[in-house]
């Protein structure tokens, strides 16, 4: 008895003074319950980070006509696929520096900035009065805006270990509204002056910039979750001669035995936290597998909004931006119900893997059926379409937020920031690919409408399925690793 009490006072964790990481691990010890209004905060941060890279696929078709650089119809969809991908190739750039910065100068700092980059540049992207000037400021806004990562590491590091589902479900869940809304502004906010005549003149400055209104909302959002950042504590331990954030517990832990019966030094221990990232498997198949599932959602994205808008001689079903908008605000409001209430459970009953097994395997009967859902008519086709839009969307969100939490536990904290940077470039590359290969191959399968083999539409889902199939495939052993093994370990 005297022994454990010895034990138990030596491995009371010690904490440092004057640091932040150290005063949020000590309120986490008294943390009784979902710190609601932490999540809150995070969630707007996140949403206003989010906004603005799907919001223009609503309008992007038609700022690629008004462009004029498309010298035929058919070609539009492949300069907006361009357009859609400079904002991921920025990201991926920068995704890793922005990683190391936040583990070196804390996650606040970066979070910050993003959010600032987003109210400056999608702000000018509004203003755009060209092809090229519409790429350039996507792009800068994507290399500036590298706070996902260090937002998903936050996340596992404000809440007590129990409440980590609920937070990265938060996160995915606000990032995944932000890719619905905005695109639901987007349609809805563009061409005020065509839509809303009575409110807007074409001669004011939403006449003559027609994709203004939206990017400036959402740029006036993001100032707001600027705001927000300096209510978020800083979570990175930042110790005297660069001391670990709890050595003197570590180092006593690994003096005393373990209840399991193992043993683990202190040598061990550190030179597993040593070991690159890059060979940390665990790690890099969660991160291999999130970027084959983001190349599809990224091309998805694109491809629903352009599919929805462009004419029916090729096959699409000729929405304006603002019946897409409808849609995609119906969906972001499913989508936020079933993250916040009903995947923390579901996570609970099945884990992350199978979550994502599950949902990718529904996805690609669900994907065969939209060329299909195009043939019904008037009511029944828009009933049938927002009820498919939005499980596509749960289902997607699913796998996204399973591999999240896969990814921030295989990791420690002090490398954490990194990972989460290689995470974003990696799949920031993919998510590059996307937007430009989704609307390329949208524009050459409205070519081929009469073709024997997969025409028009049927050949775009069709290559969906195909990457979706590869990410279900990657889910399982040998490639993902064995992680109730991992995680036994540590």
Known sequence: MANNGLQ?????????????????????????????????????????????????????????????????????????????????????LTSIFWGVVADRYGRKPVIFTGVIAVF??????????????????????????????????????????????????????SWAIGLITGPALGGFLAQPAEKYP???????IFGRFPYFLPCLCISLFALIGAICCFWLPETLHMHPCNSS????YDALEAALPKFNGKTETKDGREAASAKSLLKNWPL?????????????????????????????KFGGLSYSTQSVGEIL?????????????????????????????????????????????????????????????LLKS??????????????????EQHQRGAANGIAMTAMSLFKAVGPAGGGAILSW???????????GVHLVFFILNVIEAIGVLMTFKPFLADWSQYESQN
């Not at 650089?69 to 991908?85: L, M, S, T």
């Open 8 to 92: 138990e006072t030596l491995l009371k964790k010690q904490y440092h003074e004057n640091c932040p990481g150290c005063v949020v691990d000590e309120m986490k010890e008294r943390q009784e319950g979902v710190p609601i209004k932490k999540l809150l905060t995070m969630g707007t941060i996140v949403l206003s980070a989010a906004l603005p890279i799907a919001s223009l696929y609503p309008f992007l078709y038609f700022m690629i006509r008004d462009f004029h650089i498309a010298k035929r119809e058919e070609d539009i969809n492949f300069y907006a696929g361009y357009v859609g991908a400079s904002y991921m190739l920025g990201r991926t």
């Open 120 to 173: 400056v540049f999608n702000t000018l992207f509004g203003l755009s009065l060209n092809f090229w000037m519409a790429i350039g400021t996507r792009f800068l806004l994507g290399a500036l805006n590298g706070l996902l990562g260090p937002m998903k590491a936050y996340a596992s590091e404000i809440f007590h270990h129990k409440y980590q589902a609920v937070a990265l479900s938060s996160i995915s869940a």
């Open 198 to 204: 009575a409110t807007f003149s074409p001669n004011s």
């Open 245 to 248: 954030p709890s050595e003197s």
């Open 284 to 312: 890099m198949s969660s991160i291999i597998a999130y970027c084959i599932f983001s190349l599809h959602d990224m091309a998805y994205s694109e491809i629903c909004s352009l599919w929805a808008e462009s004419p029916r």
């Open 329 to 389: 605000t119906i969906t972001g409001c499913g989508l936020l119900v079933f993250q916040l209430f009903l995947y923390p459970f579901v996570e609970k009953m099945l884990g992350p893997i199978n979550i994502a097994r599950i949902s990718g395997i529904l996805s690609i009967p669900l994907l065969t059926s939209y060329p299909y859902i195009a043939m019904l008519p008037g009511i029944a086709l828009a009933v049938v379409l927002n009820c498919a839009i």
């Open 394 to 411: 749960v289902l997607s969100t699913s796998i996204i937020t399973g591999l999240f939490i896969l990814q921030n536990n295989a990791v």
């Open 445 to 455: 399968a409205q070519k081929r409408q009469h073709a024997a083999f997969f025409p």
